[in-house]
């Protein structure tokens, strides 16, 4: 399975009055490192729309379990993978790890869309390229 590694500093700005990420933040750096595991398997956005005659990759459910809190200046590591594939639809996991120690994990259920080929006013789910299974779902 394609495993996706960052490591991320915690800014001043991800963090509440209690100098804790302020929760929205780490949505926010899933749906980053969702595109960048997109990227680095070799599927960039340009890719996408070029090669794949897609949208976009957009989310249609996130959530999250959180463990352990991480405050301003702290390192930490975000490791995404996919999970599944269905005809469009894929399931995203990300592992947040402060230092060696699970702090969070991460969820989203995205979708696969293009142009409706009789309406292209209209968005439509698209079936997930069998290279991109491949690449994402291989060991």
Not at 41 to 61: E, H, T
Not at 119 to 134: C, G, Q, R, T, Y
Request: proline share 6%.
């Amino acid at each position: 399975m394609f495993i996706h590694r960052r490591d991320v500093q915690i800014q001043w700005g991800d963090c509440d009055p209690a100098n804790i990420v302020y929760y929205p933040r780490y949505f926010a750096m899933f749906d980053d490192s969702t595109s960048v595991m997109f990227e680095a398997a070799g599927f960039s956005k340009q890719d996408i729309v070029r090669r794949y005659g897609l949208v976009g990759i957009p989310m249609v459910d996130t959530r999250a379990k959180f463990y352990i809190p991480s405050t301003y200046g702290d390192w930490i590591t975000i490791e995404s993978r996919i999970e599944s594939i269905k005809r469009s639809s894929f399931e995203v996991l990300h592992k947040v790890f402060k230092a060696d120690q699970l702090a969070i994990e991460g969820f989203e259920t995205r979708v696969l869309v293009g142009r409706d080929p009789d309406n292209p006013d209209k968005l439509k789910s698209a079936p997930f390229p069998e290279e991109m299974k491949v690449k994402f779902l291989q060991a």
